[in-house]
């Protein structure tokens, strides 16, 4: 994926998107909380970005800065996919969809630096049924994210989120 410069802002997310996708929508709410090594993220969207209940989604989670922002030789490590997320349950901020790739919790490296840990919300077309081809499923480093937006003709992002954490010892 390309990147596109950083200017500033520490928002770097990749060509996927272009500048008219925010970060956070008007109105719109963003959660998340670190649980016992699981995350708990509520993505609640304005009622007109949701568009109907039987509207599917795909949840993407990735660390584009693996194993380090200086180097990141691994980019795009997938810590969490799910796909077929309803659209009904969506805007009640839950999550119920079918986990492609089990969750896995932040872990920079030690000395790694700051890691942008990103959620991407696409909207998913009907009756297209998401997977990962079985390479992608023997790994969770590497990932081609733009390859894997493209094969299932995703989008742009709905939603977004990303934020920056480190190593607990640096």
């Known amino acids: 994926m390309k990147k596109r410069e950083d200017k500033g802002t520490g928002v770097l997310i990749g060509s996927c998107m ?19 090594r699981r995350l708990d993220i509520s993505l ?13 989604y795909v949840l993407v989670m990735v660390d584009p800065d693996a194993p380090s ?12 996919l799910v796909v077929n997320i309803q659209g009904n349950a969506l805007k009640k901020g839950e999550i119920q969809g079918t986990t492609l790739t ?7 490296p030690q000395d790694s630096g700051f890691h942008r840990y990103q959620f991407m919300l696409f909207e998913q077309l009907p009756d ?3 997977s990962l081809s079985e390479r ?4 969770r480093g590497k990932w081609d994210l733009e390859a894997f937006v493209t094969r299932f003709n995703l989008g742009k992002p709905v939603a977004v989120l ?3 954490t480190q190593n607990y010892n640096d």
């Open 18 to 36: 272009d500048d008219t996708v925010k970060l956070a929508e008007p109105g719109s709410i963003a959660q998340a909380a670190l649980l016992e």
């Open 44 to 56: 609640i969207l304005i009622p007109s970005r949701v568009h109907s209940k039987k509207t599917m």
């Open 69 to 80: 922002r200086t180097k990141p030789t691994s980019a795009y490590w997938r810590h969490w």
């Open 102 to 108: 089990d969750y896995y919790p932040p872990k920079p």
């Open 128 to 130: 297209v049924p998401v």
């Open 136 to 139: 992608e499923k023997s790994s």
């Open 162 to 164: 990303q934020f920056l």
